[in-house]
């Protein structure tokens, strides 16, 4: 697999955290995708943005297989609305990494492989990334105190 560049804000990020998460370039279709990075369908996952009226969005991290779960009130971000808070097109967003520092929400299905796969914010760009990264890596309570300093 080809490692690629993620774009500036992700890259930045993961520079500010000491991450040396891999993005890999897998041009695939999506019917081919587990099969072109050798894992099952659960373990590619999507970032979701979820929009509330009176709550700031949030992230729900879920396999690109299935739907977020959404509470009362609440529903997925157009494409248009995640591009303009994001910075991202919906299916190539990454859960950390965005402009502004969102609460997250990892779905638990997800927390028993040893290796998942989440978007890297551009086209065919696939971050291998294990569980125990994703949960640290979007844990809103340390990095807004880490960015505030």
């Not at 080809?2 to 040396?20: A, H």
């Not at 099952?40 to 739907?67: F, K």
Request: charged share 15%.
């Amino acid at each position: 697999m080809k490692t690629i560049t993620p774009p500036l804000g992700l890259l930045e990020f993961l520079d500010r955290v000491n991450s040396n998460a891999k993005i890999y370039e897998i041009k695939s279709t999506a019917d081919q995708l587990s099969l072109a990075l050798g894992c099952r369908d659960e373990d590619i996952l999507t970032a979701s943005l979820i929009l509330h009226p009176h709550r700031a969005p949030r992230i729900a991290v879920h396999p690109w297989n299935q739907d977020p779960d959404i509470q009362d009130n609440e529903r997925r971000a157009s494409s248009m609305q995640s591009y303009l808070l994001t910075g991202y097109p919906n299916q190539w967003m990454p859960p950390f990494g965005l402009p502004h520092l969102l609460q997250t929400q990892i779905s638990t299905l997800v927390l028993e492989s040893p290796c998942l796969y989440i978007p890297a914010g551009i086209q065919y760009g696939w971050m291998a990334i294990t569980p125990e990264e994703l949960i640290s890596l979007t844990d809103y309570a340390h990095w807004s105190r880490v960015f505030a300093a």
